[in-house]
């Protein structure tokens, strides 16, 4: 079984930043992709980034320049460094880590984003 662990969330000002984290742990071999989506309340889920066992990345065009996605191998972990944050960016920020061909889920951390 493998576990997905968020933290980093929090309330912030417009223009403000945050760095979320996420930690797999668990029966791992080898981890694929791993990313970062995003549900805000009455809205679906959406991918914010992603990043490949490689490195290569992709973000939604609502987050590029802001937000940067990286990932450290050696502890299975993957980071989200967001910054300029604005107020259509709260929401709940789910992380995923693709193993062969399983996607397992983080439980969630609220990004607010309010004056």
């Known amino acids: 079984q493998v576990q997905l662990v968020e933290s980093g969330g929090g309330l912030v000002q417009p223009g403000g930043s945050l760095r979320l984290s996420c930690a797999a742990s668990g029966s791992i071999f080898s981890i694929n992709a791993m990313g970062w989506y995003r549900q805000a309340p009455g809205k679906q889920r959406e991918l914010v980034a992603a990043i490949s066992s490689g490195g290569s990345t992709n973000y939604a065009d609502s987050v590029k320049g802001r937000f940067t996605i990286s990932r450290d191998n050696a502890v299975n972990a993957v980071y989200l460094q967001t910054n300029a944050l604005k107020p259509e960016d709260t929401a709940l920020y789910y992380c995923?880590?693709?193993?062969?061909?399983?996607?397992?889920w983080g439980q969630g951390t609220q990004v607010t984003v309010s004056s």
């Open positions: 995923y880590a693709d193993l062969l061909s399983t996607r397992y």
